[in-house]
């Protein structure tokens, strides 16, 4: 009796280990991984050796597969297509301490350079251009990846990358996702319908909500981000909820659709560090995942475009630097009231010169450092020359109305607010005292930390909102941005007139 039990053990400890090792080879079969090839720059490790985790996670509008062509449309004439852009451009950013984390959603109408590139896989290939930036995924994942790390200075070490059928997949594996609109909703060019209120969405339904940019906001792909951050901080919510992680059978359907959907770089592209990834995530309180849109502003040769606007490069420089744009108590800092003093928007490089005296009897210092400034794209009207007397402390005095300035050049520089004084004058002047007595980035004191995050100039006008927000809801647009049988209507009219067309959740 003993001998049969110990044999059947034996047997269930082996059929079980062969379970396990055919399922971690399947998923790791699922996985396409493409190399970046460094085209994104390299994190900085922090005092303690510990590096931030920036990812580029894209959403393809690529028609390349029966399946993406039924789900997106558009693929009567020509068949499953070629070549895709990058609709969604979201930068993941992980602290180094794990603590907290930020989402900046990047809007695909943005005009930028994209640099030049070659996509080993299709072949494709450009010598570099002004484009919509959504364009550089048809030169590849890596291209993408290039082409935002140029324009916002952050390092991008990973990418994902998800298609139509992908957000599909995702959706269901995790049993739908619950989200809120503000009114009446038909969307008739993504197809989603909804009543007012809350909805939980599955498949299709989760696929039209976070395509739908005529829905919501202003009809623009800037309302769409806002609609897309909904979603994604209840998908965020669901996995941290008691038993998504921790049941068994949710945990492999739920990997299963993981690895069949995305399409990620070399460093991410097996199981483990998969789960890897997912683990540094799940340590992130939702509260403490700030989630942004990048500042914009019209583009001023196509009113249908858009460029980096005032505040992004702060919202850029606090994510380089790994900063939280969340508080100590992981609220995101309260607007200014009208009747308080707002914290001054941050003012481009471009547009500030700094006059650099040296204050330290070093040869070279004040050049050195107006050389870093103009590296920077500070203005080439930044001058150089001796401090009136030596300084033992580096100041940067700014003239009244111009602390949104200072701020500008102190998060160029590395300096702490305390560094920083109001004056008498109408410039900025920059005495580098004797505590800076080498290098571009200043030293500060025995904590040796850049200077802190001005938060509220980093999500000034980014929509900016936190996962721990269940009760959001997107925000429907008030205006004439669908169409219904050739009359142009608001999403809240189209819905009334479409009522023999079922609910996107029917």
Not at 61 to 88: E, F, H, I, P, Y
Not at 151 to 176: C, E, Q, R
Not at 242 to 265: E, N
Not at 397 to 418: D, F, H, I, M, Q
């Amino acid at each position: 009796m003993l001998r049969t039990t110990a044999i059947t053990l034996s047997a269930l400890v082996v059929a079980t280990a062969g379970v396990g090792w055919w399922f971690y080879q399947h998923l790791n079969g699922n996985i396409h991984s493409i190399s970046l090839d460094g085209k994104g720059g390299a994190e900085k490790a922090d005092a303690f050796g510990r590096t931030p985790i920036n990812i580029l996670v894209m959403g393809s509008d690529g028609r390349t597969s029966k399946a993406d062509c039924a789900l997106g449309g558009g693929c009567a004439k020509t068949g499953v297509q070629t070549g895709s852009n990058a609709d969604v451009e979201m930068v993941l950013h992980i602290s180094a301490d794990r603590s907290d984390a930020t989402v900046m959603s990047i809007p695909r109408d943005t005009m930028t350079k994209v640099p030049a590139c070659a996509d080993s896989e299709s072949d494709q290939s450009t010598n570099g251009y002004y484009g919509q930036i959504n364009s550089a995924l048809r030169y590849g994942p890596a291209c993408q990846v290039a082409t935002v790390h140029q324009l916002t200075g952050i390092p991008i070490d990973h990418f994902v990358k998800l298609d139509f059928a992908g957000v599909v997949k995702m959706s269901d594996a995790v049993g739908g996702v619950s989200v809120c609109v503000s009114d009446d909703v038909y969307d008739t060019y993504s197809h989603l319908k909804l009543s007012k209120g809350a909805h939980t969405l599955k498949g299709e339904a989760a696929l039209e909500f976070v395509r739908s940019r005529h829905g919501f906001g202003d009809g623009s792909d800037l309302g769409r981000t806002v609609s897309q951050h909904i979603f994604l901080s209840s998908m965020i919510r669901k996995f941290k909820s008691a038993g998504t992680l921790t049941d068994p059978t949710k945990v492999y359907k739920l990997s299963d659709a993981a690895t069949k959907a995305l399409t990620v770089d070399d460093g991410l592209g097996s199981v483990n560090k998969l789960i890897g990834l997912a683990a540094d995530v799940n340590k992130v309180p939702t509260r403490r995942i700030t989630f942004a849109t990048m500042q914009t502003a019209p583009d001023p040769a196509d009113s249908d475009r858009v460029v980096v606007g005032p505040g992004a490069k702060a919202l850029f420089a606090s994510i380089a630097d790994d900063r939280p744009l969340t508080t100590g108590s992981g609220r995101k800092p309260a607007a200014p009231s009208a009747t308080a003093e707002a914290t001054p928007s941050a003012v481009p490089a471009s547009e500030v010169a700094v006059t650099v005296e040296n204050g330290t009897g070093i040869t070279g210092r004040a050049s050195g450092i107006a050389t870093a400034l103009t590296g920077q794209g500070f203005s080439s009207a930044t001058t150089t020359g001796n401090a009136p007397s030596p300084a033992s402390a580096t100041t940067l005095t700014y003239g009244a109305g111009r602390k949104a300035a200072a701020l500008t050049v102190a998060e160029a520089l590395g300096l702490p607010a305390s560094r920083l004084k109001e004056g008498t004058g109408s410039g900025l002047t920059l005495v580098v005292g004797g505590d800076w007595p080498s290098g571009d980035r200043y030293p500060g004191t025995a904590a040796a930390t850049p200077a802190p995050a001005d938060t509220r100039a980093a999500v000034g006008g980014a929509h900016a909102s936190t996962a721990d927000q269940a009760g959001k809801c997107a925000e429907v647009s008030p205006y004439k941005t669908v169409e219904l049988k050739g009359v142009a209507m608001t999403p809240a009219q189209a819905y009334a007139a479409a009522r023999d067309k079922p609910d996107s959740d029917g």
